[in-house]
């Protein structure tokens, strides 16, 4: 019984093996066209008929949502009602936070970098490294000016009324987020399901994006070796999404395993998971309560449905990108060759190797961060001739957590 095991894993391996060196041989030779993004109204509202202004957001959580969480954690029951759909770049509202560099002289650079978070995080995984790239170094001749949003369908972002919005699109609406800010030239960063938005970025809006810088460089391999939770959110979004948003402790359960995994795989045999420690229950529960409040569970698994499922996206897989790339590699996240990396990434200008897990941002600010200003100093050596980008007069720290509508 035992040598039939073990015959059975060397099996499966090697078909793993042999599938991931057919795929590479067949993008060599069937590299497909450039899928064309159109621009849609995704809301239910008047179509392009929108105020385009940008006005403060405040968080305000009422006493009957947290009276309501403190009976749903004391009283566990089984799921009722699925989450309503609410209804403003392209008739969504886009939350996102922007934050400017604190009293910079004449001579320091300030670059708009766009940062993208993925599932299951949000934007508390930017707390602690939007400071860090905010503030002047002495050694850099630039700072930057920070832009970064939830994704539609994820925490305080609208989802769409109809279906279709996947990475492929909301690249689109995050160019015109941009935009709409006055930014036409930017870079941009982010991993996991940000990765693919940013990729999508990469090759369909050459002429915005200045440079990409990813902790997570190879998509394709994420979807073999994660394919668990991906296919459950591709296929059945709605399904696992009702039991989420319905059950506080669900909810918990189900983000927290993948913090543990994502940090470390090792750690799944610790009781505690080591998630203290690695990132501290109170940065956690403020994620996870994010996502509670919102009630944004099945949207944001909505999104691997509209774009894992879809065929264009293929595309934006295999689709080599042209601009310049940076990869900081995790050792207990999703890692490849260089030459995988080479061959998606036809202008790669920094790839470093570090001791963590999938989860940068929230993990290691400091590392990542350290890693986005080496990157894009040189990417700055190759755009300084030819680009030029918006550059905001100087003023005080500024942090604003705003909406577009």
Same mark, same amino acid.
């Given at each position: 019984m035992s040598f039939l095991r073990k015959l059975i894993f060397v099996i499966v391996i090697l078909l793993s093996v042999v599938c991931i060196h057919l795929i590479q041989v067949v993008k060599e030779f069937t590299?497909?066209?450039?899928?064309?993004?159109?621009?849609?109204?995704?809301s239910? /509202?008047? @179509?392009?008929?929108?105020? !385009?202004?940008?006005?403060?957001?405040?968080i305000n959580v009422s006493d009957e949502?947290?009276?309501?969480?403190?009976?749903?954690?004391e009283h566990t029951r089984t799921p009722?009602?699925?989450?309503?759909n609410s209804n403003c770049i392209q008739g969504l509202k886009i939350?996102?936070?922007?934050v400017k560099p604190q009293n910079i002289s004449k001579n320091i650079k300030v670059i708009p970098l766009l940062i993208v978070h993925g599932w299951p995080g949000s934007l508390r995984e930017f707390y602690e490294i939007i400071p860090i790239l905010t503030t002047p170094r002495h050694d850099r001749n630039f700072v930057f000016e920070v832009i970064a949003p939830h994704i539609p369908g994820f925490v305080f972002s609208d989802a769409p009324s109809k279906p279709g919005l996947g990475a492929l699109e909301i690249s689109l609406i995050f160019k015109n987020l941009m935009s709409r800010l /006055?930014? @036409?030239?930017?870079?941009? !960063?982010?991993?996991?399901?940000?990765?693919?938005?940013?990729?999508?970025?990469?090759?369909n809006f050459e002429d915005n994006v200045l440079g990409y810088h990813s902790n997570l460089c190879e998509l394709l391999k994420l979807i073999i070796t994660e394919s668990g939770y991906l296919h459950i959110h591709s296929s059945k979004p709605d399904s696992l999404g009702l039991s989420m948003d319905d059950s506080p402790m669900g909810l918990a359960a189900y983000y927290l395993e993948k913090?543990?995994?994502?940090?470390?795989?090792?750690?799944?045999?610790?009781?505690?998971?080591?998630l203290n420690e690695t990132f501290g229950y109170d940065k956690l529960l403020d994620n996870i309560m994010l996502y509670w409040i919102s009630k944004s569970a099945t949207t944001s698994?909505?999104?691997?449905?509209?774009?894992?499922?879809?065929?264009?996206?293929?595309?934006?897989?295999?689709?080599?990108?042209?601009?310049?790339?940076?990869c900081a590699r995790f050792k207990y996240d999703v890692i490849v060759p260089n030459e995988v990396l080479s061959d998606n990434f036809r202008n790669l200008v920094q790839v470093n190797n570090y001791d963590g897990g999938h989860f940068a941002a929230f993990q290691f600010p400091e590392i990542l961060a350290n890693d986005i200003f080496s990157a894009i100093s040189k990417m700055e050596i190759i755009n300084n001739r030819r680009l030029k980008y918006f550059i905001p007069s100087s003023g005080p720290y500024s942090q604003t957590s705003e909406i577009f509508c």
């Open positions: 590299t497909p066209e450039k899928p064309d993004i159109k621009l849609e109204w995704w239910r /509202g008047d @179509e392009w008929n929108e105020d !385009q202004s940008i006005f403060p957001f405040k949502v947290l009276n309501d969480l403190k009976y749903r954690l009722r009602k699925p989450l309503e939350h996102f936070i922007h /006055g930014f @036409e030239k930017y870079y941009i !960063q982010g991993g996991d399901i940000g990765a693919a938005i940013l990729q999508a970025m990469s090759t913090f543990v995994t994502g940090a470390n795989f090792d750690y799944r045999s610790r009781q505690d998971g080591r698994f909505r999104f691997y449905s509209e774009t894992f499922n879809a065929k264009k996206f293929t595309a934006i897989l295999w689709w080599p990108i042209h601009v310049p790339t940076a």
